[in-house]
């Protein structure tokens, strides 16, 4: 919405820098901060209030987990106020993309919303049906993949692209869309797994996200894609003024999330957080990427599809526990240092993606 103020610059005063998406995507970040620590404990005191024993602990998880008994969930509230909020006030309100990664974003929380309030006023782990989640998560996603083909250039609709080898295109046809839901709903169910340690799954995103909008920004510059070896997708630059968001309200959260966590992000941020990488993996033609980016929500899900598969085979478990950050801390590490050492992880993870934009 501030971008209008460009309208009133003559190109030599302080209404031209909104002409900007690196000036606007720092705008959109402060906000979503402030946000995040003006709201974040009037919300806590709120759930608090309203949520009275907080969400339901497993009775077959880790045994240190019953102490966070009486925590309130529904925190990606928070998150989604802040970058909501921002990505209204900062971003292009013309652009297709931003609409596009906003309605999967709010949809999802929706749905993540609905789970939550379940669990908690039922006071069980149970939430709304896994066939429900899913066929609600595919149909916003199967949207989201139309949205995003109507806007992509006419050479890389219906396209995959894959990373490094630029002139490499595969013709995915009518199967483009089944592709895109599969991306989109894989990555928010995989966020949802990830989410089960304080401060587990924020950080993670938040750098998930920032890559993600740092290669949205490139692939939305005709002279940078030049430079970098990548497609061109006109108006995905736009999309980092959301990342600017999703890092500041995903900071803003930590703050009450970190160890021990004062509430839960909740299906309301996980599944939210989730869409919305796999909506900007679509926009910007980089799916494949999202799997490197965002390879410890990888692993995590496939840790607790093996460990199901194999068990419903043999009986027995490949894991101690599924997903896998439970797994160790079943063989006795401390929660802090799982959830450090997957930061690490996933920091890697970032950088390898990054060096996809350019390899020769």
């Known amino acids: 919405m501030l971008y209008w103020l460009a309208e009133l610059s003559d190109g030599g005063d302080a209404f031209n820098l909104f002409r900007y998406i690196t000036f606007r995507a720092g705008g959109a970040f402060l906000t979503a901060l402030v946000f995040g620590f003006l709201f974040g404990l009037p919300l806590i005191n709120v759930l608090r209030k309203r949520q009275g024993k907080g969400q339901p602990i497993r009775s077959d998880g880790p045994e240190g987990h019953f102490v966070k008994a009486g925590t309130p969930t529904m925190g990606g509230l928070l998150i989604i106020g802040a970058l909501v909020t921002s990505t209204l006030l900062w971003a292009r309100l013309d652009n297709a993309f931003v609409w596009m990664v906003l309605f999967v974003t709010i949809a999802y929380a929706a749905i993540g919303f609905a789970d939550d309030y379940a669990k908690v006023s039922k006071q069980n782990t149970a939430g709304v049906s896994g066939k429900t989640r899913l066929l609600l998560g595919f149909i916003i996603a199967g949207i989201a993949g139309f949205w995003a083909a109507q806007y992509h250039p006419d050479e890389l609709t219906y396209q995959l692209a894959l990373p490094i080898f630029k002139n490499t295109l595969i013709n995915l046809s009518f199967l483009f869309i089944p592709f895109a839901m599969i991306?989109?709903?894989?990555?928010?169910?995989?966020?949802n797994l990830t989410d089960g340690l304080d401060g587990l799954a924020i950080m993670p995103v938040m750098i998930a996200t920032s890559t993600l909008g740092i290669i949205a920004y490139a692939v939305g510059r005709v002279d940078f894609t030049e430079y970098l070896d990548v497609h061109?997708?006109?108006?995905?630059?736009?999309?980092?003024?959301?990342a600017a968001g999703v890092v500041g309200g995903g900071l803003g959260f930590l703050w009450y999330n970190a160890p021990p966590a004062a509430v839960f992000m909740g299906d309301t941020g996980s599944l939210a957080l989730g869409g919305a990488l796999g909506a900007i993996a679509v926009a910007t033609k980089h799916e494949i990427v999202l799997g490197i980016v965002g390879g410890l929500f990888v692993v995590e899900a496939l840790s607790v599809i093996i460990q199901v598969l194999y068990f419903k085979r043999t009986g027995k478990?490949?894991?101690?526990?599924?997903?896998?950050?439970?797994?160790?801390?079943?063989?006795?590490?401390?929660?802090?240092?799982?959830?450090?050492?997957?930061?690490?992880?996933?920091?890697?993870?970032?950088?390898?993606?990054?060096?996809?934009?350019k390899v020769r």
Do not use: C, D, Q
């Not at 061109?232 to 959301?242: A, D, M, R």
């Not at 801390?329 to 993870?349: D, M, N, Y």
């Open 317 to 357: 478990r490949v894991f101690l526990m599924a997903p896998i950050h439970h797994h160790y801390e079943k063989k006795g590490w401390a929660e802090p240092t799982i959830v450090i050492r997957f930061w690490i992880i996933s920091l890697i993870l970032a950088i390898i993606g990054l060096a996809t934009l």
């Open 232 to 242: 061109y997708v006109p108006g995905t630059g736009e999309i980092l003024v959301f």
């Open 183 to 191: 991306v989109i709903v894989g990555a928010a169910n995989a966020v």
